[in-house]
């Protein structure tokens, strides 16, 4: 069985950083390409950056790009460097984990397991 686990969330005012670690538990010799999605109250959740097992490839989204970086220097920790943040970023941050394929993934229903959340809040 494959456990998510995420941290770091907490509340900050705009401009300010936050740094988000995600850890994954699961079989031995599987390794995991991970998603980190936000989610607000009423909305869909959506894709905020990725990284793939060997660490190789990140992607972003374009609301983010530049502001974010998601690193992987060893197999776990992921980390999510979110730098200037502003009020719109505010959201529950979720850490995602897929066992197979190359690359990155950007949909929620690429991955296979999830973490329960860390919420970022940004104030003015």
């Known amino acids: 069985q494959v456990s998510v686990v995420e941290s770091g969330g907490r509340s900050v005012q705009a401009g300010d950083s936050v740094r988000l670690s995600c850890t994954v538990s699961?079989?031995?010799?599987?390794?995991?390409?991970i998603g980190w999605f936000r989610q607000v109250s009423g909305k869909e959740r959506e894709f905020v950056a990725a990284?793939?097992?060997?660490?190789?490839?990140t992607s972003y989204a374009d609301s983010v790009k530049g502001r974010f970086k998601i690193t992987r220097d060893d197999d776990f920790p992921v980390i999510l460097q979110m730098n200037s943040l502003k009020e719109e970023d505010t959201a529950l941050y979720y850490c995602?984990?897929?066992?197979?394929?190359?690359?990155?993934?950007?949909?929620?229903?690429?991955?296979?397991?999830w973490g329960r959340g860390t919420q970022v809040t940004v104030s003015l």
């Open positions: 995602a984990a897929r066992s197979r394929g190359f690359g990155t993934f950007e949909r929620p229903d690429e991955y296979e397991a």
């Open positions: 990284v793939s097992w060997t660490g190789g490839s």
């Open positions: 699961g079989p031995t010799g599987i390794t995991y390409a």
